[in-house]
């Protein structure tokens, strides 16, 4: 997952590091979709497939002065021949390459939202600042599947040209059973961004700046990602989800006057019921 975790909150905090993975985004946690993938696999058929649920999503902010933050937040996925629904992202399903019985490149087109930026009113640090806005984010990924993991690369480009920005996301990640109903799956992950998003995000403007808040100009840089998640399934429907990371933040980020920490942390517990 890039799978990205991707939270969002009424005010608009900053969501910039997570996708996913991901990940999450608007409505959900950072990474709380990618156990759905991986345990929801007939929906790959013609059939279509629902799950809903909800969780809690602990998570360190990253801008100086805006603490940490605990959200409930919705989980809701919708998944079928063509398409994939989870929240705040959509995929278009292009047919898949087969290169043996067992190992197969799947394409797909994407479009998601990152609840990502700030308003000067988040802290008073920020205060003076011009508002960083979300934005919806499209481009193209491709999965290379295997029996004993999942390679993903994933190009993105600011659709909303907010920061005009590009972002690269590569993930893997394997997962094996602990006993009949829990799996455990770890990953690695590494978000590549441009100057223009960097410096949308992080940068600081001339008419912005202050004693306590030089200018400063963003430039491309990448963050790396080790997550674990584990799952207890009940039954056919019935999921519990417990996700956890750590994102090492890229020096072009740490260097800004607007950050305060050299990484970022987050948990999150849900629960998933499968129709």
């Given at each position: 997952?890039?799978?990205?975790?991707?939270?969002?909150?009424?005010g608009?905090?900053?969501?910039?590091?997570?996708?996913?993975?991901?990940?999450?985004?608007?409505?959900?946690?950072?990474?709380?979709?990618a156990?759905?993938?991986?345990?929801?696999?007939?929906?790959?058929?013609?059939?279509?497939?629902?799950?809903?649920?909800?969780?809690?999503?602990?998570?360190?902010?990253?801008?100086?002065?805006?603490?940490?933050?605990?959200?409930?937040?919705?989980?809701?996925?919708?998944?079928?021949?063509?398409?994939?629904?989870?929240?705040?992202?959509?995929?278009?399903?292009?047919?898949?390459?087969?290169?043996?019985?067992?190992?197969?490149?799947?394409?797909?087109?994407?479009?998601?939202?990152?609840?990502?930026?700030?308003?000067?009113?988040?802290?008073?640090?920020?205060?003076?600042?011009?508002?960083?806005?979300?934005?919806?984010w499209?481009?193209?990924?491709?999965?290379?599947?295997?029996?004993?993991?999942?390679?993903?690369?994933?190009?993105?480009g600011?659709?909303?040209?907010?920061?005009?920005?590009?972002?690269?996301?590569?993930?893997?990640?394997?997962?094996?059973?602990?006993?009949?109903?829990?799996?455990?799956a770890?990953?690695v992950?590494?978000?590549?961004?441009?100057?223009?998003?960097?410096?949308?995000?992080?940068?600081?403007?001339?008419?912005?700046?202050?004693?306590?808040?030089?200018?400063?100009?963003?430039?491309?840089?990448?963050?790396?990602?080790?997550?674990v998640?584990?799952?207890?399934?009940?039954?056919?429907?019935?999921?519990?989800i417990?996700?956890?990371?750590?994102?090492g933040?890229?020096?072009?980020?740490?260097?800004?006057?607007?950050?305060?920490?050299?990484?970022?942390?987050?948990?999150?517990?849900?629960?998933?019921?499968?129709?």
């Amino acid at each position: 997952m890039n799978s990205s975790l991707v939270a969002h909150t009424s005010g608009g905090r900053a969501r910039a590091l997570r996708r996913g993975m991901a990940g999450t985004l608007l409505c959900i946690a950072c990474g709380a979709f990618a156990p759905l993938a991986n345990a929801q696999k007939d929906g790959q058929g013609d059939a279509s497939r629902w799950a809903v649920g909800v969780g809690v999503l602990a998570e360190q902010e990253l801008y100086r002065g805006t603490g940490s933050e605990n959200n409930l937040v919705p989980l809701i996925r919708y998944e079928n021949r063509y398409l994939l629904v989870q929240l705040p992202s959509v995929e278009l399903k292009l047919p898949k390459l087969e290169l043996g019985r067992s190992s197969s490149l799947d394409f797909r087109v994407v479009a998601t939202y990152e609840d990502e930026g700030y308003k000067a009113s988040d802290s008073a640090f920020l205060a003076g600042m011009t508002e960083r806005k979300a934005s919806f984010w499209a481009g193209a990924k491709v999965t290379w599947e295997v029996p004993f993991a999942e390679l993903s690369a994933e190009w993105l480009g600011d659709a909303s040209g907010n920061s005009k920005g590009r972002i690269f996301n590569l993930e893997l990640e394997t997962d094996f059973d602990v006993g009949s109903n829990v799996e455990i799956a770890p990953r690695v992950g590494l978000k590549m961004f441009d100057r223009k998003y960097a410096d949308y995000y992080f940068g600081v403007r001339s008419g912005e700046a202050s004693l306590a808040r030089p200018t400063y100009a963003g430039r491309s840089g990448r963050n790396y990602e080790l997550g674990v998640r584990a799952t207890y399934s009940y039954g056919k429907q019935h999921m519990f989800i417990f996700d956890a990371s750590t994102t090492g933040l890229s020096k072009a980020i740490k260097d800004s006057p607007l950050v305060d920490r050299s990484s970022q942390r987050a948990i999150f517990l849900g629960y998933l019921y499968r129709f």
